[in-house]
């Protein structure tokens, strides 16, 4: 069963908007805090998006503005609201907690989602 499931990826041009969304099993959001990273095309991993436990938000320079992330513990969800997307915001999107969870003491990656912006 997978921990963590990433969805609402898609292609939208420039200035666009996406919604990404992502499932967590069981009592993940509980007490975490919860981070959406991206990797692009040749390019590392990276945190964009954090939201603690009590809902205090922070994000990378480059997506300030433009990205809102949120949680609902309710439905184990955590959401990215994406606005103004830029080609370089192309890259697979990811959600997982913050530090990276750990299974059998390696690290947890959900499937991902990709996110496209091109005109």
């Known amino acids: 069963q997978a921990l963590l499931v990433e969805s609402g990826g898609g292609l939208v041009q420039p200035g666009g908007s996406l919604r990404l969304s992502c499932a967590a099993s069981g009592s993940i959001l509980s007490t975490n805090a919860m981070g959406w990273y991206r990797q692009g095309p040749g390019k590392l991993r990276d945190l964009v998006a954090r939201i603690t436990s009590a809902h205090i938000t922070d994000y990378a320079d480059s997506v300030k503005g433009r990205f809102t992330i949120s949680r609902d513990n309710a439905k184990n969800t955590v959401y990215l609201q994406m606005n103004g997307l830029k080609p370089e915001d192309t890259a697979v999107y990811y959600c997982?907690?913050?530090?990276?969870?750990?299974?059998?003491?390696?690290?947890?990656w959900g499937q991902g989602t990709q996110v496209s912006v091109s005109s």
């Open positions: 997982n907690t913050d530090p990276i969870l750990k299974v059998n003491f390696r690290q947890y």
